[in-house]
């Protein structure tokens, strides 16, 4: 039932967004009651969150442990790139919807967004791109907070112009698609950001 849940919410957010879609539809998209909803995640705002934190939570657990101070890899930064457009292209409907209830004005779960997904995964993002320079792997004189907003445009903005994208440079970032993306983009990133020697 929970699954049905997200899958519904999921469907009727994208196709409406966040505000004008009730709980109640929500419920009936997934053939149960509203005390399902309240049962699994409190409100419609539990709903959403837990969605984003199904999607995420493989990513947060991955820099987490790429962050570790024993983590012995030389440019891990290539691996966050391949963790999110592997995510993103698992899950589509999420840069969608992140521009509706996020980055959109008046955006309905920004504040949520930046508490407990933003605000955990770029201080992350961060220590990753600091030690890579630290063990000379990427440029020193890269503020390290400005690559990581490099590496998330260069590593997002492909999904988000996806619908646009896949009619006009017949792009479908799927299997092979999804490995070329991936190669090009943690090369254009080393290539601005990674010290001598470092493009893969």
């Known amino acids: 039932m929970r699954e049905a849940l997200l899958d519904g919410a ?3 957010f994208l196709a409406r967004g966040f505000a004008s879609v009730t709980i109640r539809e929500i419920a009936r998209a997934a053939g149960t009651s509203t005390a399902a909803i309240h049962y699994h995640f409190g409100d419609k705002l539990g709903l ?3 969605m984003l934190e199904e999607a995420i939570a493989p990513v947060l657990e991955a820099l987490q442990r790429l962050a570790a ?3 012995v890899a030389q ?3 290539t691996e966050v ?3 999110y457009q592997q995510m993103l292209a698992r899950n589509p409907w999420v840069p969608a919807l992140i521009v509706q209830e996020v980055l959109a004005e008046g955006g309905q779960f920004r504040a949520q967004f930046i508490e407990h997904f933003a605000g955990r995964l770029a201080p992350l993002v961060i220590r990753i791109i600091t030690r890579g320079q ?5 440029r020193a004189d890269v503020d390290p907070r400005l690559a ?3 590496a998330m445009s ?7 112009a996806l619908p646009v994208t896949q009619r006009v440079l017949g792009l479908d970032i799927a299997g092979t698609d999804l490995e070329t993306l991936t190669t090009h983009t943690r090369r254009v990133l080393l290539t601005g950001i990674g010290a001598q020697g470092a493009v893969p």
């Open 48 to 50: 959403y969150r837990a």
């Open 134 to 138: 630290e063990r000379g792997a990427l």
């Open 154 to 160: 260069l590593t997002v903005f492909p999904f988000l």
């Open 81 to 83: 790139v391949g963790l």
């Open 10 to 12: 999921r469907q009727l």
């Open 75 to 77: 440019v891990e930064l």
């Open 148 to 150: 990581a907003l490099s």
């Open 69 to 71: 101070p024993d983590q």
